[in-house]
């Protein structure tokens, strides 16, 4: 065997399950012992042959009547045995694994999370996982216990007759030609299938998932096909696999089992010329009809063995995932100045970079924002800052310490990072709140709703603050899920606010609410705004426009229409969208029309 | 136990007869299978009884049972799997065609989460496990009986 440089996925199943290997070790030598007892029920199956035809009396089979039965007993309890103690010492391992998981999760740099659909992890953190149950709790004892007991057969019968031994190999060894053709067959397929699995899913995920679109737009007949289609795809993938495999399944579920094939017409010959005892000859056969069964009860754990190397590396991409890299001690900060310098940022190393040379100062208690074409990299800034990836090149200090040197902890109590997007938790409303401090009394939690906004439609729900948000926040409207995250941010109290503008449009209502809800929440504090919209901003303390990556200006508003020329012509096509009557004189520069997009 | 059989053959549709040649052959291979004892009931009467024996018969009737076994094998597990799993497409489908006239107010988060649970983990379980199951039951049944 090659010996290749990263471990096999066993060795690394094998590892995970570092705790529970006694366990382990218990369930194969009970395994091993079950299926010794079948054996021990053959052999004495074999000995009363052996008595009948060398013409002894019934009562003297007795003690081997009694073997069988103590064979099977012992059969009986040592599998049963070795079923509850591999199960349970698996779904421990399990546990363990999927708890190792979701630590992991909370150490992974924010952005990675932000850019994985959510779905992908509970995808490897259930599914997976779940996977690896039949390898853990019936491969490692039973596939042990299967290829232990036929080859102490086998040599049980070299010992009677070695010719005997050769001739009842013969069937199992064509019949492992056959298993290593189908398990090549396996190999070439096996990536197929699972992208047209993949393909299939996400055809369900889309129709099912959009089924409401769909029919309100009598649009069913081709998203219906494509759907169809994809299902269609995924069973004829199947079939056609096993079309490939089934000449090699055919000969290795008939020539295994078939072992009499070679075993009779040798033995027979073999009596005829006097050199073999009938006696010796049907103890073999009896023996040989114990040894294929479970042979092939272990070549059918072939088939999980290849499903086993890919779950492991899908568990092993989020379990290797590089980490963010912080002290566990709080770093003293001296205030809650921002200073960037000559910050470089690729999301991979050797990819080309997002960011490059960023310079720049954000004091303590000042509004800024970042405006810029969309892909100019504004919230990529944001985001570094908040910690979500790290800096490629150059460094982000906060109070004068490198973030990279303050524990993540610290870092989250210093910046409160408002989104676009706001999840709400299929909890009490009141609880949702409290997500931003956890030891804030209900008062604190009924005022911070206050403060945005928010007092007023809670107290109309039907519970008031006890009311559930259902699951992602359904049941409330966008505006509302707005302002009770910013609520969230505001109770958390940090004196760094990060706002990443909502792109999508609100109604003027809501907007107007969420606006005052802002300007309650940035009290006080130094906000950093990633803009989408300049109205908002035209009073911040310094405007930063980006574009492609580059830090190209900053200043006041004043400035910057003087100075530059890309903050002017987004300014001017502002005004246009805001103003019907002036739309005809102001040409929309290209720019700045991605701004909104 | 019963029950569920019939509701697998309910529930493989236009499969339905594909299925049940599937079980059929795998009961015919069962025949072959069993045809191996009577090679080793000849053997056991010359060797025992003293009655002559011909090795070309005992190697005959092996060979005629394991090709029987082959045949059947191979046919039995190719309709197997079609019937498996387009049985299972089809019940896909079908799911997806009623909700194009289901109407709107059925739909909700959590409604539209069970289907996709459903259309994809349940009938993935059922794809991957109910021809077989069925084949290797009523198979085994008709063996029993047949013996």
């Not at chain 1, 399944?249 to 094939?261: D, G, Y």
Request: glycine letters at 10%; charged letters at 20%; hydrophobic letters at 45%.
């Amino acid at each position: 065997m090659e010996k290749k440089k990263e471990p096999s996925p066993f060795s690394i199943i094998w590892k995970w399950a570092e705790k529970y290997h006694g366990g382990f070790y218990g369930a194969i030598i009970m395994a091993v012992i079950g299926v010794a007892g079948t054996m021990f029920s053959y052999i004495s199956v074999a000995q009363m042959i052996r008595l009948l035809i060398g013409g002894e009396s019934l009562g003297k089979c007795v003690p081997w009547v009694i073997g069988v039965a103590v064979g099977y007993v012992v059969k009986a309890i040592c599998s049963t045995i070795s079923a509850t103690l591999s199960h349970t010492v698996t779904f421990h391992t399990l546990r363990d694994l999927r708890e190792q998981m979701l630590k992991k999760l909370s150490r992974l740099p924010m952005g990675v999370i932000l850019d994985t659909p959510s779905g992908q992890y509970k995808t490897t953190i259930v599914d997976r996982v779940e996977g690896m149950e039949p390898t853990l709790a019936h491969l490692i004892p039973e596939m042990t216990a299967n290829i232990v007991v036929p080859v102490a057969i086998a040599v049980y019968v070299f010992i009677i007759d070695w010719r005997m031994g050769l001739a009842s190999l013969v069937t199992t060894i064509v019949g492992m030609f056959a298993a290593s053709g189908s398990g090549k067959v396996y190999a070439k397929r096996w990536d197929g299938a699972v992208k047209v699995g993949k393909a299939m899913a996400n055809a369900i995920v889309e129709y099912i998932g959009g089924i409401q679109v769909v029919k309100a737009f009598s649009q069913s007949a081709g998203s219906y096909h494509k759907y169809a289609d994809a299902v269609n795809a995924n069973a004829a993938c199947y079939r056609d696999w096993f079309g490939d495999s089934s000449k090699y399944m055919t000969v290795m579920q008939t020539f295994i089992p078939s072992i009499l094939l070679t075993v009779l017409p040798v033995g027979g010959l073999l009596c005829k010329s006097g050199s073999l005892s009938a006696a010796d000859f049907f103890t073999i056969i009896v023996l040989s009809l114990g040894f294929t069964g479970p042979f092939l009860a272990a070549l059918s754990f072939v088939d999980e063995l290849a499903i086993v190397g890919s779950n492991v590396k899908e568990i092993c991409g989020i379990l290797e995932a590089p980490e963010l890299v912080r002290p566990e001690t709080p770093a003293k900060l001296e205030s809650s100045e921002i200073n960037l310098k000559n910050v470089t940022f690729a999301y991979e190393a050797g990819q080309d970079e997002v960011l490059s040379h960023i310079n720049l100062d954000i004091k303590p208690n000042t509004v800024t924002a970042f405006v810029g074409p969309s892909g100019s990299g504004k919230s990529t800034i944001a985001k570094l800052i908040a910690g979500f990836w790290d800096v490629t090149g150059g460094s982000i200090t906060l109070g004068g310490t490198d973030i990279r040197q303050i524990p993540l902890e610290q870092l989250n109590q210093q910046i409160a990072y408002v989104s676009q997007e706001n999840y709400l938790f299929d909890r009490s409303v009141r609880e949702n709140i409290r997500m931003g401090r956890l030891d804030a009394a209900d008062e604190e939690v009924e005022a911070v709703a206050k403060a945005a906004g928010c007092d007023g439609f809670i107290r109309a729900l039907d519970n008031g603050y006890d009311t559930i948000c259902g699951g992602g926040g359904g049941h409330l409207s966008g505006g509302e899920k707005q302002r009770i995250s910013i609520a969230r941010a505001m109770l958390k109290n940090a004196p760094i606010v990060i706002l990443n503008e909502a792109t999508a449009s609100i109604d003027p209502e809501n907007e107007a609410l969420i606006q005052q809800a802002i300007s309650e929440l940035t009290k006080g504090k130094t906000l950093i705004v990633i803009a989408h919209r300049l109205g908002t901003i035209a009073n911040a303390d310094k405007i930063v426009v980006v574009k492609k990556g580059q830090l190209i200006a900053q200043g006041r508003q004043e400035e910057l229409l003087a100075d530059c020329p890309l903050y002017a012509d987004m300014w001017q096509s502002y005004l246009g969208s805001r103003d019907q009557v002036n739309d005809a004189d102001t040409p929309v520069k290209e720019d700045a029309v991605c701004l909104e997009s | 136990m019963f029950g569920i059989i019939k509701k697998i053959f309910r529930f493989s549709g236009t499969k339905r007869n594909v299925l049940t040649r599937a079980v059929v052959v795998a009961f015919i291979g069962a025949v072959f299978k069993a045809l191996q004892f009577g090679a080793l009931l000849y053997m056991a009467e010359a060797l025992l009884g003293g009655t002559a024996m011909n090795i070309g018969v005992v190697l005959g009737i092996m060979i005629v049972s394991v090709i029987g076994r082959m045949i059947c094998f191979y046919f039995s597990a190719n309709d197997e799997t079609d019937a498996g799993y387009f049985m299972v497409a089809e019940k896909r489908i079908y799911i997806g065609d009623r909700l194009r006239y289901i109407p709107m107010g059925y739909f909700n988060d959590n409604s539209l989460g069970n289907i996709k649970a459903v259309i994809t983990t349940t009938l993935g379980d059922v794809e991957n496990n109910a021809a077989r199951c069925l084949v290797i039951i009523v198979g085994g049944f008709l063996n029993t009986f047949a013996v």
